[in-house]
Nanobody
Framework: QVQLVESGGGLVQPGGSLRLSCAAS????????MNWYRQAPGKQRELVAT?????STNYADSVKGRFTISRDNAKLYLQMNSLKPEDTAVYFC??????????WGQGTQVTVSS
């Protein structure tokens, strides 16, 4: 069973930065795509950013130019800059294999508030 563990969340002021990490119990390169999702209170979970095994990336319009998804052999990352109160949510790491298996982390809370 693949395990994903997020870290790096916390409380930050508007305009600040955070870097989220997601550690996997297997090699990152074994996944076809890895994603960051977020879910704010009372809202549906939404896709924030994607990175494929080939290195292609895609972002939600709301975070383009502010967030950067990246990975190395061991971890997935989300660098979040110029944070806004509306970025407040629980952020989840997601990994998908070519065989359509789908794995989730437990989530890490990000709160943007003054």
């Amino acid at each position: 069973q693949v395990q994903l563990v997020e870290s790096g969340g916390g409380l930050v002021q508007p305009g600040g930065s955070l870097r989220l990490s997601c550690a996997a119990s297997t090699r990152i390169s074994s996944f076809y795509a890895m994603n960051w999702y977020r879910q704010a209170p009372g809202k549906q979970r939404e896709l924030v950013a994607t990175i494929t095994v080939g290195g292609s990336t895609n972002y939600a319009d709301s975070v383009k130019g502010r967030f950067t998804i990246s990975r190395d052999n061991a971890k997935l990352y989300l660098q979040m800059n110029s944070l806004k109160p509306e970025d407040t949510a629980v952020y989840f790491c997601n990994a998908r294999t070519a065989a359509f298996a789908n794995y989730w982390g437990q989530g890490t809370q990000v709160t943007v508030s003054s």
